[in-house]
Every structure is written in C-alpha cells, then in structure tokens.
C-alpha cells in the first residue's frame, strides 16, 4: 500500500472513533429561568389602571367685566377754509421782430457764340492683325439674301439668270408626240440665293464653335456586297419643273416611289416635313428605350389641330416591324412623349393654310436612326 492510503485510511478511522465515542463533544445544559405569574379578571385590571380620583368642589365662572360707554357726542370742530394763492398778472408778449428783405439777386448773362469749342481728338485703337500660325476662331456671320428657305442655296454667278421660284412640284405630265426641234441657244438660270434665317447688319461674328465635335463611333463591319437589280431612275419634281420653265424637253415616264420611313403628309414641301421631323428630333430620348424597342420600326398616327398641335388622345399605333408587341409599345410612348413635349405651347412651325393635308399625319419612327443622328 502507498503512503497516501495509509494516511487516509488512519485519519478516517481516527475521525469515526472520535465522532463515536464523542470526546470534548459533551457540556452542562442550560439553567431554565422561572417567573411568577398572577391572573386577574378584566373588572381588577380596569379599577387598578384608573385609581382613585379626589373629591372637588366645582367652580363658578369669573365675572366679565363691561366697558363704560361716554353717551356724550363729542364738540364739532371747525374747518378753517384754505387761503386762495393770488391770480399772476399776464405779462405782454414782446412784439414780433420785422424779418430782413432778402437781397436780390442777378442772373449772370449767358455769352453764346456760334463757335463750338475745340475738342481734343480721341486716339484711334488699331486693332492686332490675327496670327498667321495661331490663325482665327471667328464664326462666319451668314450672308444676308433677300429670300429665306428651310435649305440654304449659293449665291449665282454673275453671268446666271436668276430662275422664278418653283412652289409646287409637277406630278403629272402629258404626253406629247416626240419631236426634233432646234432650240437656240439660252441663258443658263440659276435658283435664286437663300439662306435659312434672317440676317440682320447688328449679327457680328462670335467665337464660339458653330458645331460641337461629336465622338467618333466605332467603324460597322463591311456589309457583303448585294446585287443590285437595275430599275428605272425616278424623275426628280422639282429637277422636273426647272427644266421645264428653261426648255421644253421629251417627257419621261415617271415610276411610283417606293414609301421610305419618314413623315406622310400629302402635298406639303420637303422642306416643311424635314423641319417637322427636325422638331420632334430635339426631344427624342431613346436612352430608356431595351435593345428590342430600339430595333422596332412604328407606324404612329395622330390628328393635328389647326395651331399646330398634336392631339394626345388620337395617337395610336398603325404598324410595327422588327420586334414584338411590348417592344412597339415601348418605342410609341418614347415617340409619343416627345411629340407632345416639343409641341409646346405655339405648336409645330408648320403652313397653316395647308392645314387639310396635316390635319392626319402618319410617321414612321426608327429608333435606331434617332439614336445615331
């Protein structure tokens, strides 16, 4: 056995024996106190707790003695009137002193002569030549012309006829038997100079950039080359109409025009449909727009009010291509929004007196053309 055993072992037997045999565990019990008690009935205890109180005579109350009251009214005493203090005697006013005459006074006399006086001579500013190698950055103000157009047309030669101005285009033309026919020989004319706003002699040239540099797009890839059939070359109205006041030539048939995306608006000009399309142009917003929608061409038609303004209720769509139903949507309320956004409150810039030929306007949108324009 260990060490550790052994020692427990005895300590335990040790500790039991002890707890047996209960050595220093015993003591004296102790002494119980006693105390002598006496029991009494209610009747005792109330008669010893109230004792035994003497015998008084009682007492009368102590007189209350009245004051004297005088019966006689006590002497009036007499008032003696204030003193009046004396009125002050009114002192005269002094009399009002005579105000000075104001001296005259005399206007200097004016010498006028016929002689303007000298005026020294202001200096002339010259202004620096502009740098042969730093060169100008002026905008060209544009030449006043006597005509306004929506494009702008040069000026003619010297030698040039100016031609009478073409207001509609020829869209029929007779047929006639073809003959030879010696023509002398003629002045060439020339379309008379136009520009596309009013100048006026106050514009002076700014510095600013007329047109702002536009990023670069990245270059399509060739497009394989397509066979082309050969048709018949359309005849050009207004191309038409100029030969036709200068020179009577053989008529050509003309072909029917394949419709092209674009504003349908019967008799108007080109000029008048591209500032249409121009207009609505400047409120075009297809960055909202998904890739389908871009790719979706609409036909959208809409009624036009006499002052030039679309009616908003009447806009629906006509046709689509090139997408789905959701996509056409998409690409008709971007066209539509900005139709009436542009419209403003003049409305669009266009003849008012050819209002029974857009009083329906039908237009192709393609979206992909007005985002890259």
């Not at 690409?331 to 139709?339: F, G, I, N």
């Not at 542009?342 to 857009?358: E, F, I, K, N, V």
């Amino acid at each position: 056995m260990s060490i550790g055993t052994t020692l427990s072992g005895t300590g335990h037997a040790v500790f039991i024996v002890w707890m047996v045999v209960g050595w220093g565990l015993s003591s004296d019990p102790p002494p119980f106190e006693v105390m002598d008690v006496s029991v009494v009935s209610g009747a005792d205890f109330a008669a010893m707790t109230q004792g035994v109180q003497p015998d008084l005579p009682p007492s009368e109350p102590a007189a209350i003695e009245q004051p004297v009251v005088d019966a006689t009214p006590p002497a009036p005493v007499e008032e003696t009137p204030p003193e009046v203090a004396e009125v002050p005697t009114p002192v005269a006013s002094p009399a009002a002193e005579t105000p000075p005459q104001a001296p005259e006074l005399v206007a200097p006399e004016t010498v006028v002569t016929d002689v303007a006086p000298d005026i020294p001579d202001m200096p002339q500013i010259i202004a620096p030549a502009p740098s042969a190698e730093l060169g100008t950055s002026q905008r060209p103000v544009p030449r006043a012309t006597p005509r306004v157009a929506p494009e702008i047309v040069a000026p003619p030669e010297p030698d040039a006829t100016v031609a009478p101005e073409v207001t509609q285009a020829a869209t029929e033309q007779v047929d006639a038997p073809v003959e030879d026919v010696v023509e002398p020989a003629e002045e060439t004319t020339a379309p008379e100079a136009a520009a596309d706003q009013i100048v006026t002699e106050a514009e002076e040239p700014s510095f600013a950039p007329e047109i702002s540099s536009r990023p670069q797009t990245r270059p399509q890839r060739a497009a394989a080359p397509v066979l082309e059939t050969p048709t018949e070359d359309a005849v050009d109205p207004v191309a038409a109409a100029l030969a036709a006041a200068g020179a009577v030539e053989t008529p050509t048939p003309t072909s029917t025009p394949t419709p092209t995306p674009g504003l349908s608006g019967g008799q108007l000009s080109e000029g008048d449909k591209t500032g249409f399309l121009r207009q609505i142009g400047n409120c075009w917003n297809t960055g909202t727009l998904s890739t389908g929608a871009q790719n979706t061409i609409i036909d959208m038609v809409f009624d036009m009010t006499p002052d030039g303004r679309p009616v908003a209720a009447s806009v629906r769509l006509d046709n689509f291509s090139g997408g789905n139903a959701a996509d056409a949507d998409a690409a008709l309320q971007t066209a539509r929004r900005a139709l009436l956004r542009c419209s403003g409150d003049t409305g669009y810039d266009l003849p008012r007196d050819q209002y029974a030929q857009w009083q329906r306007v039908i237009l192709t949108v393609d979206p992909t053309a007005m985002r890259q324009r």
